[in-house]
């Protein structure tokens, strides 16, 4: 089982400076999505052309764990980020500079560098790509990025409540647009619920981003808890205060001045990049299985 060529960098080419849409890329998703979205490249070409029919759908590619978000959140926490000037993390739109301010502060532990080091050759290979679907209405690419802040466990959860038809707010984005056609494009709507949400999971091969064979415990990338005390249908949650979103510098100053809430936060993203360079190293095992 070669899965190694799974796990290797993706580099921008004629078609694209994003590796996950390149034209290697989108011949992963013609791929390995031939029986569920389209067996045909020009579908990945990411451009809503209105032109076509109604049921042909067009796609683009999505990184499904995301660096930026992560090596922010790391970097709003170093007390130079302030004290030094450093540039908002909005403005590093380079992977390779916001890697390189981690790497050279004295605030982060060599054990977390040393994550963030594999985590960026890891996270823009095939592994931890998957193609969405596009739509001028509710853009899934940009949906999970500002609805769910890029954790693909919050995309998923979502995902599942769109499924099992729960009345969550957080939700709605999901019934707009080419998005229903896309999600029940992975099962028969005739299946139970249950059966619905594993057909998703195992035709994007997501089944390592999850703990137990029915799915329904997500291994944890997002700080958002979801309070189950409140029944299956219910969208209460808690989040630790993490310096990402909206008003990701005032949660930074108030970590910065609370030294226990600062270990906490260093603790949740070591435990964030472990736990996402297991996940992708582990979908390039089943990708290779699932070859054909």
């Given at each position: 089982?070669?899965?190694s060529?799974?796990?290797?960098?993706?580099?921008?080419?004629e078609l694209?400076?994003?590796?996950?849409?390149?034209?290697?890329?989108?011949?992963f998703?013609?791929?390995f999505?031939?029986?569920?979205l389209?067996?045909?490249v020009a579908?990945?070409?990411g451009?809503?052309?209105k032109s076509?029919?109604?049921?042909?759908?067009?796609?683009r590619?999505?990184?499904?764990i995301s660096?930026?978000?992560?090596?922010?959140?790391?970097?709003?926490?170093?007390?130079?980020?302030f004290?030094k000037?450093?540039?908002?993390?909005g403005t590093l739109?380079?992977?390779?500079?916001?890697?390189?301010?981690?790497l050279?502060?004295?605030?982060?532990?060599d054990?977390?560098?040393?994550?963030?080091k594999?985590?960026?050759h890891?996270?823009?290979t095939?592994?931890?790509c998957?193609?969405?679907?596009?739509?001028?209405?509710?853009?899934?690419n940009?949906?999970?990025?500002?609805?769910?802040n890029d954790f693909?466990?919050?995309?998923?959860e979502?995902?599942?409540?769109?499924?099992?038809?729960?009345?969550?707010?957080?939700?709605?984005?999901?019934?707009?647009?080419?998005n229903?056609?896309y999600?029940?494009k992975?099962?028969?709507?005739?299946?139970?619920?249950?059966?619905?949400?594993?057909?998703?999971?195992e035709?994007?091969?997501?089944?390592?981003?999850?703990?137990?064979d029915d799915?329904s415990e997500?291994?944890?990338l997002s700080?958002?808890?979801?309070?189950?005390?409140q029944?299956?249908?219910?969208s209460?949650?808690?989040?630790m205060?993490?310096p990402?979103?909206?008003?990701a510098?005032?949660?930074?100053?108030?970590?910065?001045?609370?030294?226990?809430?600062?270990e906490?936060?260093k603790?949740y993203?070591?435990?964030?990049?472990?736990?996402?360079?297991?996940?992708?190293?582990?979908?390039?095992k089943?990708?290779?299985?699932?070859?054909?």
């Open positions: 089982m070669n899965y060529k799974y796990l290797e960098e993706l580099k921008g080419d694209s400076l994003d590796g996950d849409h390149t034209r290697k890329a989108r011949e998703y013609a791929k999505w031939a029986n569920t389209s067996g045909d579908d990945y070409s451009f809503d052309d076509r029919s109604d049921d042909i759908l067009t796609y590619g999505d990184t499904i660096f930026n978000t992560i090596a922010g959140a790391m970097i709003r926490l170093l007390p130079e980020y004290e000037g450093l540039p908002p993390t739109d380079c992977q390779e500079r916001r890697l390189e301010i981690i050279n502060s004295n605030d982060v532990s054990e977390i560098k040393e994550k963030f594999t985590f960026y890891t996270y823009h095939l592994a931890n998957m193609p969405l679907v596009i739509d001028k209405e509710a853009n899934l940009n949906r999970k990025n500002q609805n769910w693909p466990d919050m995309f998923f979502a995902v599942k409540a769109f499924i099992y038809d729960y009345d969550w707010a957080h939700i709605k984005d999901l019934s707009k647009g080419n229903p056609k999600i029940r992975f099962y028969n709507e005739k299946d139970e619920n249950l059966m619905q949400w594993k057909k998703f999971v035709s994007n091969y997501l089944q390592s981003f999850f703990y137990d799915y997500s291994i944890p700080p958002v808890i979801y309070d189950s005390k029944g299956d249908n219910s209460t949650k808690v989040s205060i993490l990402f979103g909206i008003d510098q005032k949660r930074a100053q108030l970590i910065l001045n609370n030294d226990e809430l600062k906490k936060c603790k993203i070591l435990t964030f990049l472990t736990n996402a360079i297991n996940i992708i190293e582990t979908r390039a089943t990708l290779a299985d699932n070859e054909g």
